[in-house]
């Protein structure tokens, strides 16, 4: 992602994110025109999906279940068999 300085019109580039939620960052930026030297915020968001996801419901699912620890593994097998 490129990065413009409002006040120069220079490249800038960004230092740091800070993930508010699963949709929106702020990015924090800085000029790389050493004379300028602007630093600003700006925030990027999820607006809409052009395509949906390729990834099934089982499939977010196994990798959920993978990402658990051995213990919890077996605990949610066990409620998943009981209900039947």
Same mark, same amino acid.
């Given at each position: &992602?490129?990065?413009?300085? %409002?006040?120069?019109? +220079?490249?800038?580039?960004? #230092?740091? !994110?800070?993930?508010?939620?699963?949709?929106?960052?702020?990015?924090?930026?800085?000029?790389?025109?050493?004379?300028?030297?602007?630093?600003?915020? &700006?925030?990027?968001?999820? %607006?809409?999906?052009? +395509?949906?996801?390729?990834? #099934?419901? !089982?499939?977010?699912?196994?990798?959920?279940?993978?990402?658990?620890?051995?213990?919890?593994?077996?605990?949610?097998?066990?409620?998943?068999?009981?209900?039947?």
């Amino acid at each position: &992602m490129r990065v413009y300085c %409002r006040e120069c019109g +220079s490249k800038g580039r960004i #230092t740091k !994110t800070n993930r508010l939620s699963r949709d929106y960052t702020e990015l924090y930026c800085q000029c790389n025109d050493a004379e300028c030297g602007h630093t600003w915020v &700006m925030g990027a968001g999820y %607006r809409h999906s052009l +395509s949906p996801s390729a990834k #099934t419901t !089982t499939q977010l699912a196994f990798q959920l279940m993978r990402a658990l620890p051995p213990g919890a593994q077996k605990d949610l097998l066990r409620e998943m068999e009981g209900a039947r």
